[in-house]
């Protein structure tokens, strides 16, 4: 059977809480405002490719800028 | 997920007031057959999904038969599925070799499916006739396509009392499903189930299933200022999906992080971190996939 609009929901929701958690050991603090954005994006496939930039990214506004989360 | 939500509360549903539902979807009385129980399939995954086990595999008896013991298969499916003649076929085959109506020698079930199509039109029945060989196979399970029922047809029978109140979570499948007259009906007749937990299941199913019919907004939206219990049942299977989305997440970014940094995962580390379910250690293991310094480091770290 196919998957619930909720279950999908939930998984992006557990993708943002990654990001923000790497995020937060590579950078100490995350702005509100882009803990936010992060929070309100369902879209995978940009969470996916987020979650790599956290890693990659020098800084938070490094992360902001090539996310386009300004 | 190993179950599927619609899929477990299609299940919960059949079984909730079972004689009720099997006459519905049997088109039969209360008098025409026996309820002797479910069968035991936990030893039989369906095939083609070797995590799902069906465990709505009813064992009736045919009254005007005299008795003659029947399995009859209860699969629900969210959309028709193209294989599912094969899987039933197979599926059948395999209640009919594994199970027995009783311990005598040579028993056997008499076996039949029921196919119940949340959405869309499916029609999984063949027939193979081969007539100058003599050859042939049947296989005819009863399919109900729910988009096929009107809404409208289908209350009126639960006003009249020929159509089971347990029928009513399924409306929002059904045609005119979202029309707010219907759901009004639909509230009034759920009210006057006298179990609080039953009308709180009502009322969750039903949105699990508007989910499934796109309707869910115009349903919540109605049950919003319903005076009911939430069900249990729901509000456990939202948490356990919940839980288990972040699970998987978790392990997939822990490994997505150990990739990153060191290319290249050992396959048994990789499948105990798949095979680990413990959110707070898989939280633990993420923080330590970041400050590692090595994959041995974060073994060792970690006490994989």
Not at chain 2, 106 to 132: K, Q, S, Y
Not at chain 2, 137 to 147: A, F, M
């Amino acid at each position: 059977m196919k998957q619930s609009q909720q279950v999908l929901e939930w998984q992006a929701e557990a993708r943002a809480e990654s990001i923000l958690r790497l995020l937060e050991l590579r950078f100490h603090e995350v702005p509100p405002d882009l803990a936010e954005s992060l929070r309100t994006t369902t879209d995978f496939v940009k969470l996916t490719a987020w979650f790599d930039l956290a890693y990659s990214a020098a800084s938070i506004e490094a992360f902001r800028h090539r996310t386009g989360l300004c | 997920m190993s179950q599927n939500v619609f899929d477990q509360a299609a299940r919960y549903l059949a079984k909730l007031d079972r004689v009720p539902f099997l006459c519905w979807v049997l088109e039969l009385q209360p008098a025409d057959f026996v309820f002797r129980g479910w069968v035991d399939t936990r030893r039989l995954p369906f095939p083609g999904e070797p995590d799902r086990v069906n465990d709505t595999v009813a064992h009736l008896e045919d009254v005007a038969g005299g008795n003659v013991p029947w399995a009859v298969v209860l699969e629900f499916q969210l959309e028709p599925e193209p294989l599912m003649f094969g899987r039933m076929l197979v599926y059948e085959g395999q209640v009919w070799l594994e199970k027995k109506p009783s311990d005598l020698p040579g028993d056997r079930f008499n076996m039949g499916a029921v196919v119940i199509n949340l959405t869309g039109r499916g029609h999984c029945g063949r027939e193979m006739d081969w007539p100058r060989a003599k050859l042939k196979t049947i296989l005819e399970p009863r399919e109900i396509n729910l988009c096929d029922r009107q809404a409208q047809t289908v209350m009126d029978g639960i006003v009249a009392g020929t159509v089971p109140r347990v029928i009513l979570p399924l409306i929002p499948l059904m045609q005119g499903g979202d029309d707010a007259g219907i759901i009004q009906l639909w509230l009034a007749q759920a009210s006057l189930e006298a179990d609080n937990r039953r009308r709180g299941d009502y009322g969750g199913l039903a949105l699990v299933f508007a989910e499934a019919a796109k309707c869910a907004d115009v349903w919540k939206t109605a049950l919003k200022g319903w005076n009911v219990v939430q069900s249990q049942q729901v509000l456990e299977w939202q948490a356990e999906a919940r839980a288990e989305a972040l699970v998987d997440s978790t392990v997939a970014h822990i490994l997505r992080l150990l990739e990153i940094r060191f290319q290249q995962i050992p396959a048994d580390l990789a499948n105990v971190l798949r095979g680990t379910t413990d959110l707070a250690k898989l939280q633990t293991y993420f923080d330590l996939a970041v400050s590692a310094v090595s994959i041995d480091g974060f073994r060792q770290s970690a006490g994989l």
